[in-house]
């Protein structure tokens, strides 16, 4: 606010008030020449009906007043004037920031709770997997979809197949400290053809009919020297560097041969955020039992994979 604007607020604000004051003073006096209490105004209607001309009683006048005294009393301690910023100090962003800081302390003791409880018992706790779908509705939905099943580029994580691992520190790690996805471009190592060789090659390793079969055998022979470093000697990736696995049904970035080749071609850096400093650890715990429970609808003790894992 300009100064303008802020002497504009203040002199229509006061003006205001005087302006009552005015009005109240004048409407109590007794007109000249009206001042006994058995004088009309003069208006007559139906004949006879006439209208006594007496002030207002004093206790009415008081009551307004009392409302102009409140009114400057409140315009010195709160804002009101202008810039003034009220002798209270008072602000809506204080006021925020006590209610945000108040319901925080109402929190903390239950996701104090649910912190000291290791991931797979709290994924059957459903009180605490409602909280950790509304956090998720809020923080992840936007990337992952507000089902969690992702799209193109964006994890599925609903499916128990992971680029980064599956077991509740796996996940909470990703969520803590973000991951960063980098799949370098091969087409400036490889050329176009090498390029086309070895996304034949991909392409049919899990399971699936190529559609180069010609191309596959010097293609198997690229990826041996090129991509077994990160995605492994029979493809199926690497956890510790979120290498995907090439030989399921799974694509992140599409499985057709046209997807294989661009990525093959051109690479992809991919980003989880970190959101150790937006949520806290506190809350992110309950998130990696909620991402958890998505995998594992039946509890984690009824999953083989729960089972070989202990
Ligand atoms: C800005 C988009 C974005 C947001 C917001 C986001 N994520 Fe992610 N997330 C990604 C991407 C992209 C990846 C894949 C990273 C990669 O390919 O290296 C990922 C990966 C993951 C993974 C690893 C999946 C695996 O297969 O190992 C988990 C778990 C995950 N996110 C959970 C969450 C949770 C929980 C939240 C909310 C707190 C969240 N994400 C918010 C984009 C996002
Ligand atoms: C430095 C490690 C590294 C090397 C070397 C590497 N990749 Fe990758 N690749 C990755 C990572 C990491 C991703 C996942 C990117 C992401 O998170 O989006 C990936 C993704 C892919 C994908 C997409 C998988 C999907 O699910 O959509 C294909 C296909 C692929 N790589 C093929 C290859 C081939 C073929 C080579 C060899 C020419 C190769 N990669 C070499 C790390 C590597």
């Known amino acids: 606010m300009n100064n303008f604007w802020s ?29 006994s209490a058995e004088e009309t105004t003069g208006h007559v209607w139906d004949g006879d009906l006439t209208e006594y001309n007496k002030p207002m009683p004093r206790w009415w006048l008081w009551l307004f007043y009392l409302t102009i005294i409140f009114a400057l009393g409140y315009l010195v301690l709160y804002p009101g004037l202008g810039k003034f910023a009220g002798v209270l100090g008072w602000s809506q ?24 409880t290791p991931i797979p018992q709290l994924a059957e706790n ?20 507000s089902d969690a099943r992702g799209a193109t580029g964006y994890p599925n994580l609903a499916d128990n197949d992971w680029l980064y691992g599956g077991e509740p520190e796996n996940i909470e790690r990703t969520i803590m400290a973000g991951r960063n996805g980098m799949m370098p471009g091969w ?5 176009e053809d090498g390029v086309k060789e070895v996304a034949a090659y991909v392409y049919q390793l899990n399971g699936r009919t190529s559609p180069n079969p010609d191309l596959v055998e010097a293609g198997k022979e690229r990826f041996a020297a090129t991509c077994v470093g990160c995605h492994g000697m029979d493809g199926t990736g690497n956890q510790a560097i979120g ?19 661009d990525i093959v071609a051109n690479g992809r850096t991919n980003q989880m955020p970190a959101h150790a400093d937006l949520l806290g650890e506190d809350r992110v715990h309950v998130l990696a039992a909620y991402v958890y429970s998505l995998s594992h609808p039946d509890g984690a003790a009824a999953t083989p994979g729960a089972n070989e894992s202990q």
């Open 243 to 261: 290498a995907p696995n090439l030989t399921d049904e799974t694509w992140l970035h599409g499985g057709s041969i046209e997807n294989i080749r």
């Open 93 to 116: 962003y204080d006021a925020y920031e006590q209610e945000v800081a108040a319901a925080e302390e109402r929190v903390a003791p239950l996701f104090a709770d649910y912190a000291a």
């Open 187 to 191: 087409k400036p190592v490889l050329g």
């Open 126 to 145: 459903s009180d605490a997997m409602d909280t950790g779908r509304r956090l998720f509705a809020n923080n992840c939905a936007v990337c992952h979809g």
């Open 7 to 35: 002497l504009f607020i203040i002199v229509l604000a006061l003006a205001n008030i005087a302006g009552c004051w005015l009005l109240i003073r004048w409407t109590a006096k007794p007109r000249p020449g009206e001042a």
